[in-house]
């Protein structure tokens, strides 16, 4: 998503307001660039191999082993955020019901999703989705996937639409536009996050208006779609204003449970099934405007975990609320003002009684004032306890909303549904740069790029690629 105003908002939300257009100027994603091209074809999984797992041990049985899987392809495994800050492009990793694992990331052919067994080895060749740009999120069946993805439109802004593709068999059987000139919106931008309940999709995404109420303005849409590629019921057309950050869980009946981090009302909110209306629960107040709220969640998508007894959780970076109050020149009643607790962003994990109503106040598990900390996640972690991870940046250096620093760790922790503390910090060696799945066992997989990080200079020009990617597990 485009960037927010680079000083304090003062002006209303509302769609008719010119002070709420978003610039295209400030975040420069990698993968918006990536043409779509031809389907590679053969068989040149044939020759690819898995290497022996490698360990990257902690205490506690926090053992993280790797399988290298080979890519046909280059992966652009940076992105510009705002202010050029540099973010890991985003991967996918979801499992099906048969326990294999499909995992998406883009190209310039377009976006790849590669199967793999159970065990992270590749099991045949790429699915290449032509005409794609971007990762929204994943969805792993056993005969294929569902992806969620941005597909060329023609409209007055000359930009992408959201679409929801479906393979079966190796075969595309439905791709369903989820923007378009009938609903006034274009997708420039996903920043998504996509969801399976057994029987509909829940596909929730930043959206561009292009023409109506809220011509050129930013916000987010929820869409539920059919097994069979219709759209459906329910969601909404526009939401959060803008939205920062987008958390998904999908629910056997009724909505959806789902969070955003909006700008203008200046925080993490509540909008499972409403939206995002001026009463929406709030979870915690943040000065939510340009990379300060940009960063929270990474790229703009953040993790909801569900409990046995229907708690939920999210962990995101923040850096608190000092004061929280309305803005007095917003005549719409909308923008709030936030003065922040600390310079730099602390680790928080934050919790919901259910899929309405946050439980309390946020738990931070952080505190260095002189540290940011980035990309942040959670997954649970065996039946009562949560993994929370984060990359910390010593002697960091904050402006404009983003701040630089010494990579200095990949931390693991584990947490109980308190928030509380199970033993230290580990600091390993791998990276969660994407979405996890979790196996039937409660291993944790995911993809990334084995690459050292560094934080101190932003990402000017073209992201480095790589050829191959690390398939993690990490079992309770």
Not at 72 to 101: C, D, H, I, M, Q
Not at 103 to 126: E, Q
Not at 181 to 203: C, E, F, H, M, R
Not at 321 to 335: E, M, Q, T, V, Y
Request: aromatic share 8%.
């Amino acid at each position: 998503m485009t960037s927010a105003r680079p000083t304090a908002p003062s002006a209303s939300s509302a769609p008719s307001s010119p002070a709420h257009r978003r610039r295209h100027v400030a975040r420069k994603p990698v993968i918006g660039a990536l043409a779509a091209a031809g389907l590679l074809a053969g068989a040149w999984y044939a020759t690819a191999t898995a290497t022996t797992p490698a360990a990257s041990t902690a205490a506690d049985g926090l053992t993280v082993t790797n399988t290298t899987v080979k890519l046909p392809a280059k992966f652009p495994y940076l992105s510009a955020g705002y202010n050029n800050t540099r973010e890991w492009t985003r991967t996918a990793t979801a499992v099906a019901p048969n326990g294999t694992l499909r995992v998406a990331w883009p190209a310039k052919d377009g976006v790849h999703v590669t199967p793999l067994t159970a065990a992270g080895k590749r099991s045949g060749a790429d699915a290449v989705v032509k005409g794609t740009k971007e990762v929204g999120g994943l969805v792993a069946h056993n005969d294929g996937f569902a992806l969620l993805t941005r597909v060329s439109d023609s409209n007055k802004w000359n930009e992408t639409a959201a679409a929801l593709v479906r393979y079966q068999n190796g075969k595309q059987t439905w791709r369903t536009r989820l923007t378009g000139k009938s609903s006034n919106d274009t997708a420039p931008l996903l920043d998504g996050q996509l969801t399976w309940n057994g029987t509909k999709y829940g596909a929730y995404f930043v959206v561009h208006g292009a023409g109506g109420f809220a011509d050129g303005h930013f916000g987010d849409k929820m869409q539920y779609v059919s097994s069979k590629g219709a759209k459906m019921s329910g969601g909404w057309g526009w939401g959060c204003s803008h939205n920062e950050g987008i958390a998904l869980h999908a629910e056997k009946t009724g909505a959806f449970t789902s969070l955003c981090f909006d700008d203008w009302r200046s925080g993490l909110f509540v909008s499972t099934g409403i939206g995002a209306p001026d009463n929406a629960p709030v979870v915690q107040r943040e000065q939510c405007w340009a990379g300060y709220c940009g960063g929270t969640y990474p790229s703009r998508t953040g993790d909801l975990v569900k409990s046995s007894s229907g708690r939920y959780a999210t962990a995101f970076a923040s850096r608190g609320a000092a004061s929280a109050k309305k803005n007095p020149d917003d005549s719409s009643g909308r923008g709030w003002t936030v003065k922040p607790k600390t310079s730099t962003h602390q680790v928080a994990v934050a919790f919901l009684k259910n899929r309405n109503t946050p439980a309390g106040k946020p738990v931070y598990l952080t505190s260095a004032t002189g540290t940011e900390n980035v990309n942040v996640r959670v997954a649970p972690y065996g039946k009562d306890r949560l993994l929370v991870s984060w990359e910390s940046l010593k002697n960091a250096k904050c402006a404009n909303g983003t701040c630089t620093g010494t990579f200095s760790g990949t931390h693991f922790r584990l947490v109980d549904w308190n928030g509380k503390a199970q033993g230290a910090d580990k600091v390993v060696k791998a990276r969660l740069t994407g979405d996890i799945a979790v196996l039937k066992d409660g291993t944790l997989t995911w993809a990334y790029v084995p690459v050292a990080p560094t934080y101190t200079t932003p990402l000017n020009g073209a992201s480095p690629t790589a050829t191959s990617l690390s398939i993690a597990r990490l079992k309770p």
